[in-house]
């Protein structure tokens, strides 16, 4: 009864996702291509085509999840170098996402959970496996996977307190699913133990893939040279990476106390859609600042620069002396703070932390991370960890928090070459 209303309510909706689309498309022009596979039209030969192959398919919704499996296709392609990948999204952002370089790896956008968009999405592409990353449950795929004999894993799944309680009210609904999939693998203790109360499938605890995460090849090339181009010199670079809505006035307004001209502030938020936003909250305070896509025409070492380009955060870690974790100074339970870590750069984090709890809490009993109550903490923290004196034990604890915590990739691997 519960899926016969699911799927009416899917069924009703389905029309005005064109609306929002459209919606979007107006602050995001990403949202406005590649329609066609979020309905699951496809070209009339591309049957034939996937016919002929072993496919792996990974569903990643959108930017974290995304980079988290960058090693694991590194590592999946030497291991079985004759089957192709085929690599879903949800978000423009997601899949924009850098991948390893190979003709065997296709991007897609999955299409929305209708029965009939589900069913002609995997006659399509027809994989041997299929694998959702961290907590992407859909009914109707999950249900279509199960009836097609189409193994399906969580991988890397990861459930808050706060998302087990939302969970939890409708376990009637949502414990047949789980029970579908063929194996559910964890990053840690308490979401094994959340997604226990849920299904009776075994847990196997794996580990963090967004730990064996590697930036760019090319990180350290860019960053000079965005250095460069910012005529920075003996700046304190502050990188405010990954804010959300109404955190970048109150980051900018400590930073502005401070009244110290050594400082260069670079706002990175979350969402290429808010750039905008950001630029007018910057000119309403009439504030000087440059734009990082217009760097290349800067005179003189700005103070304030606004991060308006996308798949840079690590070059902008990369020029950092210190980074402030954006989604964690209001509620919105912080972004992950791992990318800085593994940058071995001193990281501040605010009191929002629900939705890397687990990583944050750890980070903090290793030392390797400084976790603030109040933004009113922030000067006086950036003082202390912006000279360099008071940097190199921070630093040496995230190297050895990092070093700890890598290898989930192997085990992820392991895990997923049994169903071939």
Known sequence: MQLFLYNFIVYLILPLTIVKLLYRGIKNRDYLKNWAERFAIYPNHQRDIWKKRKTVWIHCVSVGETKAIYTLLEKFQKKFPSFHFLITNGTPTGRKVELPSSKKIHRSYLPYDANFLVSRFLQIYQPKIGILIEKEIWPNLINQCDQKKI????????????????????KKFYTPLFNKLSKICVQNSSDKKNF??????????????????????NTSEK???????????????????????????IILDQIV???????TLILVPRHPERFSKVESLLKSKKIKFVKRSQSSWVNSTPNIVLGDTMNEIYIYYQLADVVIIGGSFL?????NPIEALKMRKPTIIGPSIYNFKDVVTDAIKSNALVKINRIGELPLVIKKYGDKKNQKLLINNSKKFISKSEGSSNQALKIISQYF
């Open 196 to 217: 226990a109360k849920l299904t009776s499938n075994e847990i196997q605890v794996m580990g963090n893939l967004k730990f064996d995460q590697a930036p760019p090849t």
């Open 257 to 263: 106390s401070m009244k110290r001209q050594n400082i």
């Open 151 to 170: 193994p399906l894993l969580l991988i890397n799944g990861r459930l808050s307190n706060e998302s087990f309680k939302k969970y939890y009210e409708f």
């Open 223 to 249: 960053s000079k040279l965005l250095k460069k181009e910012l005529k920075i010199n003996k700046q304190i670079v502050i990188v405010a990476g990954s804010t959300r809505d109404g955190e970048e006035e």
């Open 331 to 335: 509620n919105y339970g912080s972004q």
